[in-house]
């Protein structure tokens, strides 16, 4: 399987903090992207990372990417509690086959 | 402009029985793909279509069949209903899957067997 693991499977923070999740992943890309879940909804692409660039910026989040170490990070900046959601990093597979997803963070922000 | 459209959004089986998840997307796009969702498991690809009339397998495509006869429609069906079949099935297209493509998402069926 080419699936990837995200870090840490479930995090709890209090609005205003900033929440940190991290991406690995197995095989070379091209890039990397970040996709958000609320409870019982499909999926929402949030941010892409070219396997060129190193940190990318989008709002409240940033998200970096280490090709060397096959790894990403999504920081979201003051955090709300409508950030509530499962966070998903996901790549093109091998052969250009669509993308594998990780197995998300589930995010909590209480108010 | 409603993107990715998957009907029905609740669905009960009983074991043996067959049935066709629908999905529809207005976008043009020539990628599309069915996904299952299943705790702790993440989005695992069922089977995807690179353009009308090509499919190919994902990682679990065992009792599932699909077919592309248009860009805008990709229909999976369950041949013969079984509970290890009980998930959450999305469908998502995009452009391609080269370098700068997001993928768009249905909201889901929510399928039980029992």
């Known amino acids: 399987s080419q699936q990837g693991e995200e870090d840490p499977q479930a995090l709890s923070i209090q609005e205003g903090e900033n929440a940190t999740m991290n991406c690995s992943y197995k095989t070379s890309i091209n890039n990397l992207q970040w996709y958000r879940q609320n409870s019982g909804r499909g999926l929402v692409h949030l941010i892409l990372?070219?396997?060129?660039?190193r940190e990318k910026h989008s709002g409240r989040l940033r998200v970096t990417l280490d090709t060397s170490k096959k790894s990403s990070s999504l920081l979201i900046t003051a955090s709300r509690a409508a950030d509530t959601a499962s966070y998903f990093c996901?790549?093109?597979?091998?052969?250009?086959?669509?993308?594998?997803f990780g197995k998300g963070t589930r995010l909590s922000v209480i108010a | 402009n409603a993107g990715v459209t998957q009907t029905p959004k609740f669905q009960v089986l009983k074991t043996g029985q067959s049935m066709t998840l629908q999905c529809a997307q207005d976008?043009?796009?020539?990628?599309m793909s069915w996904y299952r969702q299943d705790p702790g498991m993440g989005l695992r690809l069922i089977h995807y279509?690179?353009?009308?009339?090509?499919?190919d397998q994902g990682e679990v495509p065992n009792g599932y069949n699909v077919s592309r006869s248009t860009t805008e429609d990709f229909p999976l069906r369950l041949l013969s209903a079984a509970p290890s079949q009980t998930s959450v099935y999305f469908c998502?297209?995009?452009?391609?899957?080269?370098?700068?493509?997001?993928?768009?998402f249905g909201q889901g069926t929510r399928l039980t067997v029992v």
């Open positions: 990372i070219r396997s060129n660039e």
């Open positions: 279509s690179v353009g009308a009339g090509i499919t």
């Open positions: 976008m043009n796009h020539e990628y």
């Open positions: 998502a297209s995009s452009y391609s899957t080269g370098v700068n493509t997001e993928a768009f």
């Open positions: 996901a790549h093109p597979g091998s052969g250009n086959t669509p993308l594998v």
